[in-house]
């Protein structure tokens, strides 16, 4: 079992950055596939990026592809979202999850989330 705690959210104008953090706890953090996934008033939770095991693997929304980069710690058992170029459009609760398995992910593990706020 894997315990989540996201940090990292914010105010913020249309361009600018943020960099979302993911706390994990537990001893086999590494044994989890990682995903971020977002949560915009009114609508359904939405998946953002995820990234393998190893960290060497990672996938991403269209709708964040080349904005968005997902990497993670295991020695420190952290993932993060650096999340450039910022619209009015991500505006959303963030939140971490983790999958023991992999094709396909089950997030079974969610953290509580961290609210982004774009204002363009």
């Known amino acids: 079992q894997v315990q989540l705690v996201e940090s990292g959210g914010g105010l913020v104008q249309a361009g600018e950055s943020l960099r979302l953090s993911c706390a994990a706890s537990?001893?086999?953090?590494?044994?989890?596939?990682m995903g971020w996934f977002r949560q915009a008033p009114g609508k359904e939770r939405t998946f953002v990026s995820r990234?393998?095991?190893?960290?060497?693997?990672?996938g991403y929304a269209d709708s964040v592809e080349g904005r968005f980069t997902v990497s993670r710690d295991n020695d420190k058992n952290m993932v993060y979202l650096q999340m450039n170029s910022l619209k009015p459009e991500d505006t959303a609760i963030y939140y971490c999850?983790?999958?023991?398995?992999?094709?396909?992910?089950?997030?079974?593990?969610w953290g509580q989330g961290t609210q982004v706020t774009v204002s363009s």
């Open positions: 990234i393998s095991r190893s960290g060497r693997t990672m």
């Open positions: 999850a983790a999958s023991y398995s992999d094709s396909p992910p089950k997030y079974l593990y």
């Open positions: 537990g001893r086999t953090f590494g044994d989890y596939v």
